[in-house]
């Protein structure tokens, strides 16, 4: 599965981790700039899951 990335967001996520590392964005705001760039996590059936298991 391949994560599908936004060079916008990529760049509003660097710009607001280096901001908070000097301390202009507070850890809150910066967690919420973190949970944008997470990929959604997919819904897998009883199946798949047992499958993948048992694959690796």
Not at 3 to 25: M, N, P, Y
Request: aromatic share 6%; proline share 7%; net charge neutral.
């Amino acid at each position: 599965m391949k994560k599908q990335t936004s060079s916008i967001l990529d760049a509003v996520h660097e710009t607001a981790s280096d901001l908070c590392r000097l301390g202009i964005v507070s850890k809150q705001s910066m967690e919420r700039y973190d949970a944008l760039c997470v990929p959604p996590v997919p819904d897998y059936s009883p199946d798949q899951i047992k499958s993948l298991r048992e694959r690796y």
